[in-house]
């Protein structure tokens, strides 16, 4: 089955803790995205990568960081900067970046921090 | 002024009913995709338009780019079309999209 992974579903951390969440694609897309979801607000990108070994700030990358060294893998790591970490984190993919490309999503990783 | 504006921000109706949201933005855009949130948080693509219209199964959606405006009707509602509806704008020369804030869709039996 070909899909988008995200783990775990919920995750909690203390404040001051750096955590990263996991993505993983199947799907054989160049282009991936983290976007943030907070309630009553539409979906922020973070970071996107077109290719392996590429990625660029989105519109809200501070506190954020990423890699990208595989194409199937792009994991988020969010640092104690980000002033305000508690939020729902969607992964997406899609077989090349731009406009009429279709984006697919993972299941979303729910990050509390305590 | 957000660029991209979704009406109704809520909707109940009751099964069996025709349902329309609408999606208004304010830039040229090069294609339009709407979107299905579930509740459990899962986001699934509907539709790209770039112009006209599409179908698939009980669901519509069309585009007007002169007026800047995009609609989703569904046809015959059931209940499992609870969800957030979101739609995102696709420019020409931009990797990125850009989200509405959504429609949430109650659809009581």
């Known amino acids: 089955d070909g899909g988008i992974t995200q783990s775990p579903k919920y995750l909690f951390r203390k404040e001051g803790q750096n955590v990263t969440l996991s993505c993983e694609q199947n799907?054989?897309?160049?282009?991936m995205y983290w976007y943030r979801q907070d309630p009553g607000q539409g979906l922020r990108l973070i970071y996107y990568?077109?290719?392996?070994?590429?990625?660029q700030k989105g519109d809200i990358a501070e506190g954020y960081s990423v890699s990208r060294e595989k194409k199937e893998s792009f994991p988020l790591t969010v640092t104690s900067a980000q002033k305000n970490p508690t939020a729902f984190y969607l992964c997406a993919s899609s077989i090349a970046s731009g406009p009429y490309n279709e984006q697919f999503f993972g299941p979303g990783t729910r990050l509390t921090v305590l | 002024k957000n660029e991209v504006e979704q009406s109704p921000q809520n909707l109940t109706a009751q099964e069996g009913e025709f349902i329309t949201i609408n999606c208004s933005y304010s830039v040229g855009i090069s294609a339009l995709h709407w979107l299905q949130q579930h509740p459990g948080g899962g986001i699934v693509s509907l539709f790209m338009l770039s112009s006209g219209k599409k179908k698939h199964g009980r669901l519509i959606a069309t585009i007007n780019i002169q007026e800047k405006h995009s609609s989703l009707h569904i046809t015959a509602s059931h209940p499992r079309d609870s969800a957030v509806y979101i739609c995102?704008?696709?420019?020409?020369?931009?990797?990125?999209?850009?989200f509405g804030k959504g429609t949430k869709l109650t659809v009581n039996p």
């Open positions: 799907l054989n897309h160049d282009a």
């Open positions: 990568s077109q290719i392996v070994n590429d990625f």
């Open positions: 995102a704008l696709g420019r020409g020369g931009s990797e990125k999209l850009v």
